[in-house]
């Protein structure tokens, strides 16, 4: 009886002694483990908009309709629909907002810089409140920061707003309207922002912005009439990608590939030069054969991406970020150009004013037809602009059109590596980084 009473004492002081070490091994593995014992929330990283902005919000921003709610007990799981190693947008969403600690979003004890990868466009916030985490490396984007030490800039101090002009994006629609209905005048801004903050910190920034394939478009016929070789000044210009215009001397050249002479109807080529001028060049859509596709492809092809010898060309996301930094700008309300959307956001923005547009319809718009066929432009040559222009799809929450959907252009969500710990948005691959 005294044996078994001993038998017993002794097995608990073991069970005992071993619970204890137990207890602190895991005590040990918790602390120097990268894995915490439980989700842990911090102060929203997105600086909110002041209460004037967000009283004057008409519902014109760029969003996406996806749930962020994540319960704040529950370890956040990835998209494995398509990939596993892929966010889904709600987690992002959620870390973004503060909601969820960006570290519980790993399974792993590594040590290194950890990233996660997101598909661009899945954001449930505001193009603002994702643009304000987005990092355009400066080393590798310095071509296409504002070069100037004073930008031109659309100001109207009676109705304290700043309009950041981005080329091809509207900006001379903008101007015109800010000048004619707001009492808008140009004034220089200091590219990195600091005007901004103090000078008009009261004032609202607003910008517009394009999806970036259709703006690509734009940007290379814009690039081309500027830089041919029968524009004058240009003559001497030693272009790095001269083959596009390979016999090309003159405008009519160049007017003959788009509008071909047999296909003007006989009543306009009656007319004098500057009446078939006009028909060609306002009034019909391209009309050419494949000639200028094909050299736009070309060009496409041998790009690289980070070497614009033209503003037109710049990406939009680093024309609007300080380039010491490479942190955006201080932005409050991102519009649309796109699907003829530059008009309706500027009557939406005037009318919050009280102010009317011209009913006339005239607002110095230098639209004109696309001078090569998009249609004949290949998935592949489409797919390597998506490339390119990852950072504006990836910092201005854009979704990838159909043809570059599949090819793996994702966005990178990681902590900067500043004493803050802020977050940062960029591309997983940058266009020095493209196969």
Known sequence: MVSKKRLSSSSLILLSILYILIF??????????????FLQFGPSRIN?????????????EHTHDVSADISAKQKHTQDTSEDDSITDGKTITA????????NQSFNTTSEIQHRLPFQPGQINLT??????????????????FPSSDRQVTSISDKYKI??????????STGRWIMEHALDGHNAPLHPTGNDLHKRYGDYTVLTFVREPLQRFYSQYDEAFIRYAPWVKGREYFKHPYAFIYENMTSQIDFQNAF??????????REKNVQGINHWCTVKQQTRENGTLAMRFEQFVERYDGLNPYDIHLHLQVPHISNKYTGRPRRIDEIYSTDANNTIKNWESIVTWYGKFLPEDGVY???SKPRRFKTSLVSTRTKQKICKISAIDYCCLNIELPTECKDIGIHCSLELDQNKDGDLQIQPWQHPHEID
Request: hydrophobic residues 30%; positive net charge; contains cysteine.
């Open 48 to 60: 909110n908009s002041n209460d004037y902005t967000k009283k004057r919000r008409r519902g014109t």
């Open 162 to 171: 700043v309009y950041l002009l981005l080329p091809k994006d509207g900006s």
């Open 95 to 102: 870390i973004l907002r503060g909601d969820v600690d960006f």
């Open 24 to 37: 602190f091994k895991t005590l040990h593995i918790h602390h120097h483990s990268n894995i915490r014992p």
């Open 259 to 268: 509008c071909p002479p047999e296909l003007i109807p006989s009543h306009i």
């Open 127 to 144: 193009q603002a409140d994702v643009l304000r985490h987005c990092y355009a490396n400066p080393d590798i984007y310095a071509r296409h």
């Open 364 to 366: 110095n718009a230098r």
